[in-house]
């Protein structure tokens, strides 16, 4: 009897064991088709307001020492259209970061008004070429998840761009600065964790950008607001 019970004490311990495993909670599983560092690329178009450039006054300076103005200068920056690809990681369901370029033109015109000589006002203008690279950091409103389809977000970057000159005789260089916010808007969304493409969707924002340098004539930080609207795919 005494070695019947040392048996049955023996063979306890591994019962219970697997007993815990077969009825205990099962592993966490990670929601269906939600990557943890979702990648989302996008192409779209933007329009950037034109912006004035400070007048310049060209004075001939007399040996009494007053000077005598011989013809006044002031430009414009023209409204200005670009395309703009777009490489976006997210970081947490809240958080993005972004990288993109821009390819895109604009006017300059230069008026040459109030001549000494009497002449009639003159406009000058050409097409400049523009390509830009920036950087930024999404916040999302609202945390993101597999089925969100409306994702509203702000944002704030910023970067470099160069202006190349009719004929590219001569390119400019300046920084850009940005803030705004906007909405996202899938109009398809996948949970099947076989799937490759996420979501697809409409990407519209407006910003507030400051440009210094440039083909501007002058040192100044030109703020000016810009409306853009991109197609995505998030994978």
Request: contains cysteine.
């Amino acid at each position: 009897m005494t070695g019947a019970r040392g048996c049955d004490r023996g063979l306890a311990i591994p019962l219970l064991i697997a007993a815990c495993l077969i009825v205990g909670p099962a592993p966490a599983r990670a929601q269906p088709n939600e990557a943890s560092h979702p990648i989302e690329v996008s192409f779209g178009g933007w329009w950037t307001a034109s912006s004035p450039v400070d007048t310049l006054e060209a004075d001939l300076k007399r040996p009494a020492g007053a000077s005598l103005r011989l013809f006044a200068v002031d430009g414009e920056l023209g409204a200005g259209v670009a395309f703009e690809p777009r490489f976006t990681v997210g970081l947490s369901r809240i958080l993005d970061l972004e990288a993109s370029a821009a390819f895109g033109r604009r006017d300059l015109r230069v008026r040459v008004t109030d001549d000494f000589e009497g002449a009639e006002d003159l406009t000058v203008s050409e097409r400049l070429h523009e390509i830009g690279v920036a950087g930024a950091v999404v916040v999302h409103l609202r945390p993101r998840s597999p089925a969100s389809r409306t994702l509203p977000f702000v944002i704030a970057g910023g970067g470099y761009f160069w202006e190349y000159h009719e004929g590219d005789t001569l390119s400019e260089t300046g920084q850009q600065f940005f803030v705004g916010g906007g909405l996202k808007r899938a109009f398809r969304v996948s949970t099947d964790p076989r799937a490759r493409i996420n979501a697809l969707g409409l990407r519209v924002e407006g910003r507030v950008v400051g440009r210094t340098a440039g083909a501007a004539l002058d040192d100044r930080v030109h703020v000016l607001p810009a409306f853009g609207a991109s197609f995505f795919m998030r994978f």
